[in-house]
Nanobody
Framework: QVKLVESGGGSVPSGGSLKLSCKAS????????LGWIRQAPGKEREVVAA???????VYAPSVKDRFTLSQDKAERTLSLEMTSLKPEDTAIYYC????????????????WGQGTQVTVSS
């Protein structure tokens, strides 16, 4: 059973920074995709960033150059460093798991964490 526990998040002004962390367990480390998916009110879920077992990663165009995804394989931790935050980044951010390879299709992520709120004020 895959388990995902997020931490981090909070409220910051526009231009601020936040770091999200996800402790993952119970997954096959030879075949996986771990990602951060966000959902803003009234909008569809969006894969913000994801990485697979081969180290291949993807970013949503809206966050490229502002967000950095990193993984500690030994600790099975996935982190998302968010800088230059904008009000439109406000959303609930979920850590999620899918089978590999890396994907931006939210529908194939079968395991999700409880989510953490990120709020960016203008």
């Amino acid at each position: 059973q895959v388990k995902l526990v997020e931490s981090g998040g909070g409220s910051v002004p526009s231009g601020g920074s936040l770091k999200l962390s996800c402790k993952a367990s119970g997954y096959d480390d030879t075949n996986y995709c771990l990602g951060w998916i966000r959902q803003a009110p009234g909008k569809e879920r969006e894969v913000v960033a994801a990485i697979d077992q081969n180290g291949k990663f993807v970013y949503a165009p809206s966050v490229k150059d502002r967000f950095t995804l990193s993984q500690d394989k030994a600790e099975r931790t996935l982190s998302l460093e968010m800088t230059s935050l904008k009000p439109e980044d406000t959303a609930i951010y979920y850590c999620a798991h899918a089978m590999g390879p890396v994907t931006t299709e939210t529908g194939v992520y079968g395991y999700w964490g409880q989510g953490t709120q990120v709020t960016v004020s203008s």
